[in-house]
Each structure stands twice: as structure tokens, then as C-alpha cells.
């Protein structure tokens, strides 16, 4: 059973490795429009949401 359990959790992972690359690329897309518009409030916010899915994938890289 634990190791049912553990390729489970696998294989969400590798499903979401794809979908976190993708929040990552709008999100620097949000980021440079923002850079654009001189929009500080928007350039702090996408900041902190790429430092947060950076971690997010580092930990699934290590997996």
C-alpha cells in the first residue's frame, strides 16, 4: 500500500511540473508589463509569486 501511495504522489508531480513552468512564464510575462507600466504594486506581487513558484519547483525537481 505505502508504495502505491508513494507513485501516486510521483505521478502528480510529474503532472504538475508542466503546469508550474507555465505560471511561471505568465507570471514573468505579468511581470515585464508591469516593469513596462511602471506599475510598482504589480512588480512587488509578481515578484514575491515567482519567488513563491520557484520553491515550489525546486522542491518537485528534487523529487
Known amino acids: 500500500m505505502k508504495y ?6 510521483r505521478l502528480e508531480e510529474k ?5 508550474l513552468r507555465m505560471e511561471i ?3 514573468l510575462l505579468t511581470l515585464y508589463d508591469a ?3 511602471n506599475d510598482t ?4 506581487k ?3 509569486r ?3 513558484l520557484r520553491k515550489q519547483l525546486m522542491v518537485l525537481q528534487d523529487n
Not at 4 to 9: A, D, G, I, K
Not at 15 to 19: A, D, Q, S, W
Open 46 to 48: 509578481s515578484k514575491e
Open 50 to 52: 515567482l519567488k513563491t
Open 25 to 27: 512564464d505568465y507570471e
Open 35 to 37: 516593469l513596462q507600466a
Open 4 to 9: 502505491l501511495l508513494e507513485e501516486v504522489r
Open 41 to 44: 504594486v504589480q512588480i512587488i
Open 15 to 19: 503532472e504538475r511540473l508542466p503546469v
